[in-house]
């Protein structure tokens, strides 16, 4: 856990609009990557919203019903940690698979925030809190914004 290495990305999101659907458990750190995406979108300029669902394995469906409604990226936050029982892996893969096929079904770009962690610990270190180590809301923001540019971009070509 460093982000060392981490990409210089184009965030100018001037005319897109995303967004944010996060899911309800572990506030603190859910909060924290909600904040994190926040700011970057505000900084990019994007128009944006937040929509709360229940739980991480909720977050593929309504991504793709904020794609299919026009937004042109969806940043998906959520937080699952590992418990005693094999829920943990059924939830992670569940949520990480569909919010792939949502991104291959729609063409459009789903900024993944989902942290699969195996304490709570792990969350606030990259929830972008005071003290965190790292803010995945904001990668994620980032990663979603750049990607519709990197899209465009290829779509453009002639």
Known sequence: MSGA???ALDVDGRGLT????AGSWHDEITNGLIA?????LEASGADFSLVRVPGSFELPVVAKAALDAGADAVVALGVIIRGGTPHFEYV???ATD???RVALDTGK?????LL???????GLDRAGLPGSKEDKGREAAEAAVATVRALRELTSVE
Request: glycine content about 16%; charged content about 15%.
């Open 18 to 21: 995303v967004t944010i659907v």
């Open 116 to 122: 699969t962690l195996d304490d709570e610990q792990q």
């Open 92 to 94: 992670s893969a569940a």
């Open 98 to 100: 569909g919010l792939t």
């Open 109 to 113: 770009p789903v900024g993944f925030g």
């Open 5 to 7: 290495g981490s990409p």
């Open 36 to 40: 994190g995406a926040t700011r970057t």
